[in-house]
T-cell receptor
């Protein structure tokens, strides 16, 4: 079993839909959780960062962490074609990136 | 403000050869980190340099090495290339380092194909 699992998709939704992207993990020591967006042939860019459990909202994006279930989610409201990308979850025990584990990514396509 | 620049963008090498990839960070950024991205393994941390010193290293064999120059530009080298080294190599720069919570800026990557 991999430390971080993510449904690779592809996930295809109509414009305006609410999108739910999820990751599960096995290491209960993970404390820092991140979501990255990666457009085709580009490098990833940090979307959201949360520490421990709870929710964090930024515009149309909401990140949710449920440590008891070892499950994190990214919700995208009013999805736009520009949201079409691969979304990577990432998590770490401490703050050093050499211990960050990235999920394989979920490919999202928002159809106009 | 110019972003992170990686060269070359695409390259094809033969098994056994060596390759050098270059990264120019955002002006003022002293931390440069390198990652390997493959469909099977995802994004994996290679190493990080800060002010010309390697601060962190991932779990990769010694064939993977890097260095950073006084102007913060960085190079990574892979010797004795194997087919499994075919991947997208990403460079990222940041002010303080790639710690969780700090924003790091990725380049567009160098696509390496080993044949």
């Amino acid at each position: 079993q991999k430390e971080v699992e993510q449904d690779p998709g592809p996930l295809s939704v109509p414009e305006g839909a609410i999108v739910s992207l999820n990751c599960t993990y096995s290491n209960s020591a993970f404390q820092y959780f991140m979501w990255y967006r990666q457009y085709s042939r580009k490098g990833p860019e940090l979307l959201m960062y949360t520490y421990s459990s709870g929710n964090k909202e930024d515009g149309r994006f909401t990140a949710q962490v449920d440590k008891s279930s070892k499950y994190i989610s990214l919700f995208i409201r009013d999805s736009q074609p520009s949201d079409s990308a691969t979304y990577l979850c990432a998590m770490s025990v401490g703050t050093s990136y050499d211990k960050v584990i990235f999920g394989p990514g979920t490919s999202l396509s928002v159809i106009p | 403000k110019a972003g992170v620049t990686q060269t070359p963008r695409y390259l094809i090498k033969t098994r056994g050869q060596q390759v050098t990839l270059s990264c120019s960070p955002i002006s003022g950024h002293r931390s440069v980190s390198w990652y390997q991205q493959t469909p099977g393994q995802g994004l994996q941390f290679l190493f990080e340099y800060f002010s010309e010193t390697q601060r962190n290293k991932g779990n990769f064999p010694g064939r993977f090495s890097g260095r950073q120059f006084s102007n913060s530009r960085s190079e990574m080298n892979v010797s004795t290339l194997e087919l499994g080294d075919s991947a997208l190599y990403l460079c990222a720069s940041s002010l303080l380092g790639p710690q969780a919570g700090n924003t790091i800026y990725f380049g567009e990557g160098s696509w390496l194909t080993v044949v």
